[in-house]
């Protein structure tokens, strides 16, 4: 049995005193166990945490025990490891990088559409010319996977997200599904959607990996980048192909990495051969890079712990 638990969510809701609340929520981590990242704002709170399975089911009781998170939609997936080595509380603007600040989800948002009921609508995507699936995620989160006849956006980081829609109003008078890794950008996209006069629009109820988990991935081509030390996972159990190609040599490889010099930092699709040759590196001139990282096979670096202290700025020092 896979003992370690990734836990993906997200609430909007109230939360006053964010730096009080921040100091708790830190607390309540380290009593777990837990590593993540966490934001915490004045809208609400989202993370991706990992830690043994009892811990973060204490963690998740523990949310849901307050009125104001009684509704999060926890995404649980289980692993061989944790998926992060450190802990991160933060309190920021959003609780994710917008510039829809003035969106408040629980006011407006796209309608939810579940797991099973975007699986049928999926199977019949080819003939449906009235229905548009929108993914709202960057380039480099689409490029290694996406939905069947999905319509993606170029986009570097998803405040871009705004200044992209003036390239939809020939879509306006479709059904618009959007969709991303864990629901919480869909959130703000499908109500902006709204607000720019698109009529008819949904979202994927807990996101890619809510789908993969309840509806087995169907038609999800690829696979899904997620931010923490696994970069990609599997969510397609039934019908999976490889999507992405190598960006040194051009054939098929969903073996997504991080450029190996620390300057670069690429999020690119490079296979094993490739890999090898370049170090790490997606180019000859990144290879022979003054700050060019060890590469051990995998495409990710781990952030040197340089005196790590989980307690560190918490309530109680150990």
């Given at each position: 049995?896979?003992?370690?638990s990734v836990l993906l969510y997200y609430c909007y809701t109230k939360i006053e005193k964010t730096e009080d609340f921040r100091n708790q929520h830190h607390q309540l981590c380290l009593d777990l166990n837990?590593?993540?990242?966490?934001?915490?704002?004045?809208?609400?709170?989202?993370?991706t945490i990992s830690g043994v399975r009892e811990d973060c089911e204490k963690y998740m009781q523990t949310l849901k025990s307050e009125?104001?998170?009684?509704?999060?939609?926890f995404k649980i997936e289980y692993t061989e490891k944790p998926a992060f080595q450190k802990l991160y509380v933060r309190v920021k603007d959003e609780i994710v990088h917008s510039s829809l600040s003035h969106i408040n989800p629980n006011e407006k948002t796209g309608k939810?559409?579940?797991?099973?009921?975007?699986?049928?609508?999926l199977k019949d995507i080819d003939k449906n010319e009235d229905v548009l699936i929108l993914d709202v995620r960057s380039n480099y989160e689409h490029n290694v996977g996406k939905f069947k006849n999905a319509l993606t956006l170029d986009i570097e980081n998803f405040r871009d997200f705004p200044e992209k829609v003036?390239?939809?109003?020939?879509?306006?008078?479709?059904?618009?599904?959007?969709?991303?890794?864990?629901?919480?950008?869909?959130?703000?996209?499908?109500?902006?959607?709204?607000?720019?006069?698109?009529e008819d629009v949904y979202q994927l109820h807990g996101g890619i990996i809510k789908y993969g988990i309840e509806a087995g991935g169907e038609n999800f081509e690829g696979k899904c980048y997620v931010f923490d030390e696994r970069v990609v996972v599997d969510v397609?159990?039934?019908?999976?192909?490889?999507?992405?190609?190598?960006?040194?040599?051009g054939i098929t490889s969903d073996r997504m990495v991080n450029c190996a010099n620390a300057e670069c930092n690429e999020h690119v699709p490079i296979c094993e051969k490739c890999g090898w040759e370049l170090e790490g590196a997606c180019s000859k001139t990144c290879?022979?890079?003054?700050?060019?990282?060890?590469?051990?096979?995998?495409?990710?670096?781990?952030?040197?712990?340089?005196?790590?202290d989980p307690h560190q700025n918490s309530l109680r020092k150990k």
């Open positions: 049995m896979k003992s370690y837990l590593r993540g990242r966490i934001i915490i704002a004045n809208e609400g709170l989202n993370g009125k104001r998170f009684e509704n999060i939609d939810y559409i579940e797991p099973q009921q975007f699986k049928e609508i003036k390239e939809l109003e020939n879509y306006k008078h479709k059904k618009i599904i959007t969709y991303c890794t864990g629901g919480i950008k869909c959130e703000k996209a499908s109500a902006y959607l709204l607000e720019k006069g698109f397609n159990s039934v019908n999976p192909i490889i999507k992405s190609t190598c960006f040194v040599c290879q022979n890079h003054p700050k060019k990282r060890p590469y051990n096979g995998t495409g990710y670096y781990q952030k040197e712990l340089n005196g790590y």
